[in-house]
């Protein structure tokens, strides 16, 4: 079976490549590939027609800045799937999100899904919930609904190098041993709660605590905005830069709590990497966090509750965060790739690929 993953954004999320590997030890010949220019088309050409074609983040696709590029890129998009359609291809879609997290025209882009859903022969989610948000969001039949398979999102134990102490990490830091150590990673974006997540630190009065906020801003205005809340208290510590995949472990293994404030997710793999390292949690209970993450693993808070976030952060100062931690990484080890690989190449033969050989 010739499997071709677009858009390959392996380099930022390590999702793609671990599935892609566990398929290969099945017998899989799995590609990916990106293009700017005529993505599918392309794609298909240089992987010789696959059985094939499973989609992840399809927002790239369908929206742009403007309204006229928006229309010509959505506009393509459905004329290189139809394409693909009339050439035998059957299309899997994986679906990480209902919208672009930057909310780059997110009702055309929903909009535009609630056609294009019904042109996949297979659907992918993470959760139960993410499953039932599909089926309304984008208005499916009894019919269409089938073909939604729920597959969880794999760990990230082996994909990062983890060798590093937490002693060691934290005189890398800079940190003193006593100190209680909340770490916000990953890009950071509005939708991520940032300033949000700085003003509930400050509000905590214990002299210990600190907060390390590390990522790439998405813009400058993010940037400006998040140092001027930090300015006002030197617990607080940025490193606003990308992190090489190599040194992902300093941070994680320096930090006791790992806190990731959405303010609207899906499925969220920054959980699955801090569950990966065993750290304990704070985050919003919203999509599929309550069927990845629990109460004895993390603190779980309403987004809709002003004080929610707050009320996690004092929770986490008395609670055996470190037995946590274990926890979560003990419990994120039953999602290993050899099982997701298995279940999503019976999906992709249920969908009309190839059957492997032998």
């Known amino acids: 079976m ?3 993953m677009l858009p390959d954004d392996s380099q930022n999320n ?12 099945r017998g899989v010949l799995v590609t990916l590939c990106k293009f700017n220019r005529l993505p599918l088309l392309r794609a298909v050409r240089a992987c010789r027609k ?36 009339a050439l035998g291809i059957k299309v899997v879609w994986t679906v990480h999100n209902l919208s672009n997290h930057d909310k780059i025209k997110p009702r055309y882009e929903i909009f535009v899904n609630r056609f294009l859903v019904r042109l996949y022969d297979q659907l992918i989610v993470h959760c139960s919930f993410a499953r039932e948000a599909v089926i309304q969001m984008y208005n499916l039949p009894d019919h269409l609904a089938d073909r939604i398979q729920v597959i969880p ?16 990490a934290r005189a ?33 009065k214990c002299p210990q605590v600190r907060l390390l906020i590390v990522g790439s801003p998405a813009n400058d205005t993010i940037k400006a905005e998040l140092l001027c809340r930090c300015q006002t208290d030197s617990r607080i510590r940025t490193h606003l830069q990308f992190v090489p995949q190599a040194e992902i472990q300093i941070y994680m293994n320096a930090a006791d709590v790992t806190v990731f404030p959405y303010r609207d997710i899906l499925t969220s793999s920054s ?35 002003g004080d929610g976030l707050l009320e996690a952060i004092q929770n986490a100062l008395s609670s055996d965060v470190d037995a946590m931690g274990r926890y979560n990484r003990d419990k994120v080890e039953h999602c290993d790739w050899e099982e997701i690989a298995k279940k999503t190449l019976e999906l992709y033969c249920r969908s009309g690929g190839r059957e492997l050989k032998g």
Request: proline share 4%.
């Open 50 to 85: 696959p059985d094939i074609l499973h989609l992840h983040w399809t927002h790239g696709f369908i929206v742009a800045r403007s309204w006229p590029r928006t229309i010509a890129t959505s506009l393509r998009f459905l004329i290189e799937l139809l394409v693909v359609k």
């Open 14 to 25: 390590p999702y793609q490549q671990e599935l892609a590997t566990e398929l290969r030890k």
């Open 271 to 305: 959980v699955v990497l801090a569950m990966s390292f065993g750290k304990a949690i704070i985050v919003p209970r919203i999509g599929c966090i309550s069927e990845t993450l629990d109460t004895q693993g993390g603190f779980l808070y309403d987004p809709n509750d």
């Open 153 to 168: 999102h794999g760990h990230f134990i082996d994909c990062y190098e983890n060798r590093i102490t937490r002693e060691e």
């Open 2 to 4: 010739n499997v071709l």
């Open 172 to 204: 890398m830091l800079d940190y003193k041993e006593d100190v209680i150590l909340f770490l916000y990673f990953g890009g950071i974006r509005p939708y991520k709660g940032i300033l949000e997540l700085i003003d509930a630190f400050r509000t905590i």
